[in-house]
């Protein structure tokens, strides 16, 4: 956690519910903070100091000591009744308001469809999904080729599970379909299950039940609300990966453009490789027109990125290709018959329904697309009515398109994808991390090397394995800073980023940025005896030796929202030890949760309720005035 926390930090705590009210935390806080002035400017005044000081001690004790009567007259039970009544948000409401609830929690289509103003949404729908389909036609197509498949099956991947997304998924301008990455998954799956590529019946049948078992896995995710899994994926990660993924997928259709095999492999290695060795079979003019549809693709994309008023043509791009090469088939077909006589949690559910049901209808695993999703919102999608749309033009396509597609060039298609795919390549995202972090900078360049070297699949296992020991890390190595009290307030604030952050001899004051747990409590424990070390090197003011002393450890808990079993035995250890070492351990602001379970556990008896305070300044001044009476009676 970065030292940001320290200006986001509230100025007073406060032993406070998590429901509490702000506004009334808020007051309780101006009234502290006016009371704390009010006494620091009037310095002289002796009589009204201790006023304050009894007033300050009076509100602490108060406002624990509602807690604790709160604290015995609230027995809660072992297990909520209601966590497992399923129907208990349903009680006392009109059944049909329930049932329109629980139809539109199922089939969220059913929202959207009793309230759909056709006269304000149908136009804008209708240009979103005809924009979409036209894009989605030759790139389904393309895609297909890189999961291994024959151009048909990207169709048909287009169609059910479209329609089916639009009836159960909750985005109105997520595009789903085939895409890039997804397909290269597929082909390396089978190909790494040895399904031979060129049984088409075979491999298209493993797709299909590859599409079953991918979208019975996300209803599962979908149901049990584990979306969040993907959380744990750190940014720099994900871009290295797509990254590499997009090189991958660039190199697998090298074939089509220079006009001889080569054979696929998970490693850019072997890949490079073949297509040295095969360099004599080298056909300059498949090479020349693949060339041409790159750079027309890149071309309409940049003028559509560029000129909002031409931002149509990053979606009729592939259209376009595919319609110039259509015209250069009919000229050349033409000229021969002259001659020789002389042409996207609901997510998860959503989008894993139309994977299982698109399975029985020809398709392979779908997912959401980022550049079609782009298109759809630009365009103006505000409904279901659009993905309709776009698979309603993928099912005229195949009805009346299907023989002029049959002559579209695989080195078209292999254009459309390299094109697509260079957008993958998240250049920027490199630029940025080399500024901002060169610890995510490395996370990326080895998820990205990992993908071109090792392949997808270890890939994969690197960029997952590789953010969840940045979790683990970063969790385990919480960010703790040593505080001090800020020129003339009754603030205390981290002293490495506040300079003119003063700390108090003879006491030191420490925050932990995050949840106690197991994982980090012997870091914890660690930073404390560090702390204290670097304490016990400071100078003293005065001539006393005892005011070098450590007298006092002050926690300032705020941001220790939990504390786990491991975590309550660490704590008690720490203050067994100061207690025998003769060192006050005190808490400011701990959340009623960490109460909880501090005096569930014991901890409590050992560190007092007199040692729990509202905020660090309160806690500063209960220490200080102990340490005089202390010195007084030495």
């Not at 007073?12 to 509490?20: A, I």
């Not at 997912?367 to 365009?379: I, L, P, Q, Y």
């Not at 109460?595 to 300044?617: R, S």
Request: net charge negative.
């Amino acid at each position: 956690m970065s030292e940001q926390n320290d200006a986001q930090q509230p100025s007073e705590g406060f032993v406070t519910e998590q429901n509490e009210d702000p506004t009334v935390m808020n007051e309780r806080v101006i009234y502290m903070t006016s009371m704390s002035r009010d006494g620091a400017e009037e310095g002289g005044d002796e009589a009204s100091e201790e006023g304050d000081q009894a007033e300050e001690e009076s509100l602490n004790e108060g406002v624990i000591g509602a807690y604790r009567k709160k604290r015995k007259s609230t027995a809660k039970p072992l297990i909520d009744p209601d966590l497992f009544d399923i129907f208990s948000e349903c009680r006392g409401k009109d059944p049909k308001d329930v049932f329109y609830r629980i139809l539109e929690t199922c089939v969220p289509a059913t929202k959207w469809l009793r309230t759909y103003d056709h006269k304000a949404y149908l136009q804008d729908d209708l240009i979103a999904g005809l924009t979409v389909g036209i894009m989605i036609v030759p790139q389904s197509m393309a895609y297909a080729l890189i999961a291994g498949l024959p151009t048909q099956y990207g169709l048909y991947s287009s169609i059910i599970p479209i329609y089916i997304y639009a009836l159960f998924g909750s985005s109105r301008q997520l595009a789903v379909g085939p895409v890039a990455l997804v397909s290269l998954l597929v082909e390396a799956g089978l190909r790494n299950l040895g399904v031979d590529e060129d049984d088409e019946e075979e491999y298209a049948a493993y797709a299909h039940t590859l599409a079953f078992l991918c979208g019975m896995f996300q209803i599962f995710l979908g149901i049990f609300r584990l979306g969040f899994i993907i959380d744990f994926l750190s940014h720099a990660v994900v871009s290295g990966f797509t990254s590499g993924a997009a090189v991958t997928i660039g190199l697998s259709q090298l074939k089509y453009l220079v006009g001889y095999k080569i054979e696929k492999s998970s490693s850019i290695y072997d890949t490079l490789s073949s297509a040295i060795k095969g360099i004599d079979d080298f056909q300059v003019g498949t090479f020349i027109m693949g060339s041409i549809w790159i750079t027309m693709l890149l071309t309409f994309k940049h003028l559509g990125k560029t000129y909002p008023k031409l931002k149509m043509l990053r979606a009729l791009g592939p259209l376009i290709v595919s319609n110039l090469v259509f015209n250069l088939i009919v000229v050349v077909l033409s000229t021969m018959i002259v001659g020789f006589t002389r042409w996207n949690e609901q997510e998860l559910s959503g989008i894993g329904l139309s994977n299982a049901i698109g399975s029985f209808f020809g398709g392979y695993p779908i997912t959401g697309s980022f550049s079609r999703s782009a298109v759809n919102n630009e365009t103006g999608a505000k409904s279901g009515v659009a993905a309709l749309v776009t698979a309603s033009m993928v099912v005229f396509a195949l009805l009346l398109l299907t023989e002029a597609m049959y002559f579209l060039p695989k080195n078209a298609l292999a254009a459309i994808v390299m094109s697509a795919v260079l957008g993958l390549i998240d250049t920027d995202e490199v630029a940025f991390l080399w500024k901002v972090s060169k610890k995510d900078l490395s996370t990326w360049v080895i998820s990205f090397l990992g993908v071109l070297f090792l392949g997808v699949e270890l890939g994969i296992a690197i960029a997952v394995s590789l953010s969840l020991v940045l979790v683990i890390y970063e969790s385990a190595r919480p960010h703790t800073a040593e505080l001090g009290k800020l020129p003339n307030t009754t603030v205390y604030r981290n002293i490495r980023q506040y300079e003119d952050a003063a700390t108090v001899e003879g006491m030191i004051i420490l925050r932990i940025d995050a949840p106690i747990y197991f994982a980090n409590t012997s870091y914890v424990k660690e930073k404390l005896r560090q702390y204290e070390m670097m304490a016990s090197m400071k100078p003293s003011s005065t001539n006393n030796l005892r005011g070098q002393e450590l007298r006092f450890v002050i926690l300032e808990m705020s941001p220790v929202t939990s504390i786990d079993s491991t975590g309550l035995h660490a704590l008690k250890d720490i203050v067994s030890e100061y207690k025998l070492r003769g060192i006050g351990f005190v808490l400011a602001n701990p959340n009623r949760k960490v109460l909880e379970a501090l005096e569930q556990a014991g901890i409590m008896d050992k560190i007092g309720f007199n040692h729990i305070f509202l905020n660090v300044h309160f806690a500063v001044e209960a220490c200080r005035k102990s340490m005089l009476q202390e010195d007084e009676a030495v």
